[in-house]
């Protein structure tokens, strides 16, 4: 952690007027309001720097972004992956995405009109540590993407149970303990 007074570094004399306008002259702090690297270094293992002020800029082009973006899978991720082996595995049989059920769940049980989710942390907001983690940079976008999904996720469980169907939802980071996840879908679909 790197410590600057940025009242007289000079790093940021925005936030040094700021903090002389309100009575806290010398920024009242020992150190800075957050952790922050030198100028313009980027952090180990992210595309991100940090902007004098604070402010974190990405580092990637427009272009880049997006092709990154664009690797994020929706389907055959490795922990869904995981999840149709152990499911198949247990001997119950499945159709994969269903569109003409709502939600398109990942698992579909239609005889049993039972729908199995398999949420990851990060985008669906679980209470763990990867879901409560949020990105560094453009946090306005993320929010707003974050707090759709929530609401998608209980509007789609809404209409699902209006519909007459039942739904689970396996977290990414129960897949850790698969005898735990293996009872838990065989109470569930045998319900």
């Not at 100028?39 to 427009?62: I, K, N, Y």
């Not at 469980?157 to 897949?175: I, P």
Request: glycine share 8%.
């Amino acid at each position: 952690m790197i410590h600057h007074d940025h009242a007289t570094s000079g790093i940021c004399r925005a936030r040094a007027a700021i903090y002389r306008k309100i009575g806290l002259a010398d920024g009242g702090l020992q150190g800075p309001v957050y952790p922050l690297p030198l100028r313009g270094a980027e952090v180990r293992g992210s595309s991100t720097t940090h902007h004098p002020c604070g402010r974190v800029m990405d580092t990637l082009t427009p272009q880049q972004r997006s092709e990154r973006m664009a690797r994020i899978r929706s389907r055959d991720t490795k922990p869904e992956l995981i999840l149709r082996k152990l499911v198949h595995g247990m001997g119950y049989r499945y159709r994969l995405n269903r569109r003409d059920v709502v939600g398109n769940p990942d698992l579909a049980f239609i005889g049993r009109r039972k729908a199995l989710f398999l949420h990851g942390c990060f985008w669906h907001r679980h209470d763990c540590p990867a879901g409560r983690r949020v990105p560094k940079s453009r946090l306005d976008f993320w929010e707003e993407k974050f707090s759709k999904n929530v609401e998608r996720d209980a509007l789609v469980s809404e209409q699902l149970r209006k519909a007459g169907w039942r739904l689970l939802v396996v977290w990414e980071c129960q897949l850790r303990d698969l005898t735990k996840v293996a009872r838990k879908i065989r109470k569930f679909l045998d319900a």
